[in-house]
Each structure stands twice: as C-alpha cells, then as structure tokens.
C-alpha cells in the first residue's frame, strides 16, 4: 500500500490526488503544514508527497518550489493538473435572511489558504467586501475551524470534499474569478510509481544556475535546446539565495532526461560553465472532466 503525505483531509491536495490514483490501494498521511507534508517523505513515514505547485491565475507557488530546490532532495515522480473549484462554506443557518436566501452581510470573517483567497477576489469584494480575511495553512484547516467555532459569523473558502468533509453548507458554488483554474501538482518519492492510465506526456525538470560575469550565458543556454528543437514549457528565475543578484533557472523540458537530444543538451550546458541538476524526469497526466467522480 502506497503510503502517500499531503495537506489536510479535504483540502484540493486531497481532491486532486483521489482524482490521479481513483481505485488505486492508498493510505494518506494528513498534515497542517506543507513543510510537514515535504518531510514525511524526506524522513521515511511516507513513500510519497502531494506537492502543489503551479495555479492558472496565482503562477508559481514561490514557497513550495522553493522547497523542492533548496531544503529537500527527493525527485518528481508524477505531475497532474486538477481544478481548483473554490466554494464559500459555512453553517447555512448562520447566514439565512428571512426570504431563505444566503445573507452575506452577515459573514464577519473568511478563512482560507492565501492562494484560495487570491483566487476568488471579484467574488469577495462584491459579496463580503467588509469581512475580514483571515489566511491558514490550506483550505481545508479554514473549513475545520469554522466548525469548530459556530455561531461567530464565520465562514470559509474550500472544496466540495471539505465541505462534506466537516459537515457544513456550501454557501456559494465556484466563487473563483475565472472557470480555467488550475493547479499543477507533482508527487515526489524516492521510486517511480504506477498511475492507472497511459500519460499524455512526459517532462523533465532541471535547475540551472548559470556562471557569474558571463555575457549571453542564459542566450547560450537557450540555444543548446532551441536548435534541437526540445520544447520548454516553462522557465523561471528564482533566487540562489546565496548572494544578492544569484539567481537559478527552472527549466521543464517536454521530454524524457535519458533521450539523447535532452542528454546531449545538458552536456553542451554543463561545457558552459553552468551547473545543472535535474529535479525529475516524469510522466505527465492532463485534467479530463468526464473522469472526475471521486
């Protein structure tokens, strides 16, 4: 049984993973903290970690790719997309106006995970624009305390699953700005991992950090991949956090690490006096509507 560490029961990490591995032998390990979630897997308590990454509308999630360069180094095994439908949760009786509809003057405080809350700002600045937004460590810990604390005109902003989860109403359905919002997720682990259907394509992710004082070097670097015709689906800069003005780049390649054109590549990179390290080589899976029953 694949022991499998991601953020609260309830939480999109949750949603998303059942979404990936549905009918697939699991035991999931819950934790409040995403740096919890990272070192169960470092420590050896679980095989693998639920890793978001990557939103449509918030970009990178600085922190946790942060983590995955500079505190851990366990590779990518898996990368899937999945929706993040945000939904406004509470106890219904708390906020009913006396026509039965959802009063949402009422609603005093919001808490949810700080990308939920940047998800869904035209819905809140038009429904709740005076109620304060208090951030958590995921969506589904915001649903849990305001179970647990009735009556103060409290609500949350979290998924279907963590509704259900904590028993509570859902006060407004897919309250996100945008209908295209998507998270990236990856699965780190030490060992390769089987997903019950054929990938829709595969990906390496490598880092590199280019020599100091050399002009066109990021050019050069570029041009190792352009000329083979090698597919970057994303780059970004991040700081080294070594030195001021250091910075590291994140490369996805579309494309196996052990094929000659990408082996050959980081090579001529490598020749350049940059250092390359490759965070993982890995099947691909896109988000498919009609297989989201979980």
């Not at 029961?9 to 903290?33: P, R």
């Not at 810990?141 to 979290?158: D, H, L, Q, R």
Request: hydrophobic fraction near 35%; charge should be negative.
């Amino acid at each position: 049984m694949k022991r499998i560490a991601l953020l609260p029961s309830g939480s999109v990490s949750h949603e998303a993973i059942l979404y990936l591995l549905k009918g697939e032998s699991t035991q999931f390990i819950h934790h409040k903290l995403i740096s919890d979630v990272f070192m169960s897997t470092v420590d050896g308590r679980s095989d693998y970690s639920v890793i978001p990454i990557e939103n449509t509308i918030e970009g990178s999630v600085s922190l946790h790719m942060d983590w995955l360069v500079n505190e851990v180094d366990i590779p990518m095994q898996v990368e899937w997309v999945y929706p993040s439908i945000q939904n406004l949760i509470g106890n219904v009786s708390e906020f009913r106006a006396e026509d039965g509809s959802i009063d949402f003057g009422k609603i005093k405080k919001i808490y949810s995970h700080p990308v939920a809350t940047a998800q869904c700002r035209q819905f809140l600045s038009k429904y709740v624009p005076g109620a304060e937004l208090e951030p958590c460590g995921s969506t589904s810990e915001g649903v849990k305390i305001v179970k647990e604390n009735p009556g103060k005109g409290w609500a949350a902003i979290g998924t279907t699953l963590g509704s259900s989860t904590h028993e509570l109403n859902i006060l407004a359905e897919k309250i996100t700005d945008h209908d295209n919002n998507y998270t990236r997720f990856v699965l780190i682990g030490r060992h390769p991992i089987e997903v019950p259907r054929s990938p829709e394509y595969v990906k390496t992710s490598i880092l590199v950090t280019l020599p100091e004082d050399v002009p066109g070097a990021l050019h050069q670097v570029l041009s190792t991949f352009a000329w083979r015709r090698l597919n970057l689906s994303r780059i970004e800069s991040r700081p080294t956090k070594k030195k001021l003005g250091n910075y590291y780049f994140y490369i996805d390649v579309l494309d196996s690490a052990d094929s000659v054109l990408l082996t050959a590549a980081m090579g001529e990179i490598e020749a350049l006096g940059c250092q390359v390290r490759v965070l993982g080589s890995y099947p691909g899976f896109a988000y498919e509507r009609e297989k989201t029953e979980v």
